[in-house]
Structures are given as C-alpha cells and as structure tokens.
C-alpha cells in the first residue's frame, strides 16, 4: 500500500459522539443556550436602551467617577468613534457578547486555578489541556460548537469561552503560587478564617497579575469577533465578514478600526477594574 493514500479521518470517529451527544443531552444544550441568549439579550438591551450619546455620558461619568478624568475622555474617544463610523448596534452587540463570555470565562477559571494553585495533582492534570487549547487555532473551536449549538450567538460565545479560559486560568495559578507565605502564615497566625485569608489576603495581593490574566482573556476573546461573524452571531464580525464577501473596503475597515477602538475601551476600563477607589 502506497503511504500516501494513508488516511486518517478524525470526523468519522468525532461525527457519532457529536449525533450521540445530540440525541441523549440535547435538553442540556438547549439549557445552556437559553441562560446564554437570556444574558446576552439583557445586557443588549440595557446597552441599546438609551441613546447613544446618554450611553456615551454615563460611561465617561463612571470612568471619571471609578478612575480619572483621562480615562473618561478616552472612553467617550472610544465609543464616539464607533457612533461616528456608523456601527454603535454592531459595537454594543459585540461589548455583550465579549462581557458574557469574558464572564463566564473568569466564572470558570478563577477557582480552578486556585485549586490548581493549592494542589499540584490538579494543576499536574490541567497544564497538558490549557498548552493544547492554546495551541489550537481559534476557528477550530467553533466547529464543535456549531456541531452541538447550531448557528449562530450561542456557539460564537462558547467557542470564545473556551478560547479564553487558559490565560485567566494560568495567570491565577501563577497569581496564587507566588503569594508570599509570609502574609499567609500572619492572617493564620492571626486567627483569619481561610475565607478571610483568601478575600483579605491572598485575592488583594493577586490582584496584579490577575488583572493581567482579565486583560488577556479579554483581547482573547475580542479576536474571535471577526470569527464569531462567520456563524452568524453578529456584531462588529459580521460587518467585517460583510465588508470582506462584498469586497467593499470602506465597511470593512470601518468596522476593522471600531473593533481595535472597543479592544482599546475594554483593556483600559480593565486596567483600572481593581485599583479602582470611589471619590
């Protein structure tokens, strides 16, 4: 036999467990698809709710407020740009689409890198997945979430999720491995609950390198918008997508520039999210 004509097909192995998984967990996968759409839908509706310019005014007071003048301006920069582009619906459907999977996201690998953190076994067990996940193309990960979700925003955001989770989760193990045992052995010492170690002690001192890690899953996440517009889940993507399959460069590069502008609003919103001090 010539080696050449050797094949090997992982789709005809993967394609049964997908019909399998289908047939006997589809109510589950339809749970996960209306928490998500619930979510997505809500905060959608709460960013297209107002005016685009009251939008605008309240994220620059809140930014002033939480951070610093300069922030505040920058924000109203940001999101003046992609009212003036003529993409403020595609760039609000694509902030909630980023915060819901962002969220979940940090939902999911915030404890397990503590616990990968804390026991060696566990994280011994989930380095060789997070190297391979992130190894792995992005678009690779929306086929078996279309397989099992269909078209559309459900399984852009669940591929996104999953192309988010292992900056977050390694930079929390790294977080927690490299707390001085020092300030732990004092809050016990001192009678400190673990509880209150971890909120009081351990989180605060994290805080640096765990923000690194909310930094990344968010640019992370923002690089599969283009990609999420190919399965139809909206967005900056699909005006990109739109642009590209017409070939019509002032709409693609419009919608291009609004993505780096939101990227640019959510990184530095970010940066600030756990220094930030009420006036």
Known sequence: MNPTEVTFSPGQYLAPIVDWLNTNFHFVFLAISTFIEAIL??????????????????????????????????SGAMLGFCLLAGLWTASMQTIALVSVAVLIAVVIAFPLGILAARVKKVEAAI????????????WVYLIPAVMLFSLGRVPAIVATIVYGIP?????TTLAFKQLPKELLE?????????????????????????????????????????????????????????????????????????????????DRLSRSLLQFRPR
């Open 41 to 74: 839908g809500g905060i959608e509706k709460a960013l297209l709710a107002p005016p685009a310019y009251v939008l605008i005014l309240i994220v620059m007071a809140l930014a002033f407020w939480l951070i610093n003048v300069r922030i505040a301006l920058f």
């Open 186 to 266: 004092l809050g016990q010492a001192l009678g400190a609950s673990p509880r209150a170690v971890l909120l009081k002690i351990e989180i605060p001192t994290a805080a640096p390198t765990l923000l690194v890690g909310l930094n990344q899953c968010i640019l992370l996440s923002l690089a599969m918008v283009v990609l999420a517009g190919l399965v139809g889940a909206g967005g900056l993507g699909a005006e990109v997508t739109r642009g590209l399959t017409r070939m019509e460069m002032g709409l693609g590069l419009r919608a291009g520039l609004a993505i780096v502008a939101v990227a640019l609003l959510l």
């Open 167 to 171: 900056p977050m989760l390694r930079l």
């Open 127 to 138: 380095l060789p997945v997070l190297n391979i996940m992130q190894t792995v193309p992005p």
